[in-house]
């Protein structure tokens, strides 16, 4: 199955440029930070298909992952 995944900051860096990321049928939120090789501890929010998902979400074909960071600054 295929995903389209989005992020900000640091983050975007591991997302192939197309954003798509092809991943096994019934694979999870954790599975597709795993593929990525981004460490959940760097994500505050998932939003998938506009809902707040976490690491055991199960994803579909064509969900739409958004990978939050945590926002520093001042």
């Known amino acids: 199955m295929e995903v389209i995944v989005r992020?900000?900051?640091h983050l975007a860096e591991t997302i192939p440029a197309?954003?798509?990321?092809v991943l096994?049928?019934?694979?999870?939120v954790g599975d597709l930070l795993e593929s990525l090789g981004v460490n959940s501890d760097l994500i505050m929010?998932?939003?998938?298909d506009g809902?707040?998902?976490d690491l055991d979400t199960p994803l579909k074909?064509?969900?739409k992952v958004?990978?939050?960071p945590p926002v520093?600054?001042?």
């Open 24 to 28: 096994e049928e019934g694979s999870r």
């Open 7 to 9: 992020a900000t900051s």
């Open 18 to 21: 197309s954003g798509r990321v």
């Open 61 to 63: 074909d064509g969900s």
């Open 72 to 74: 520093s600054g001042g």
């Open 51 to 53: 809902s707040l998902g």
């Open 66 to 68: 958004e990978l939050i």
């Open 45 to 48: 929010l998932i939003v998938i």
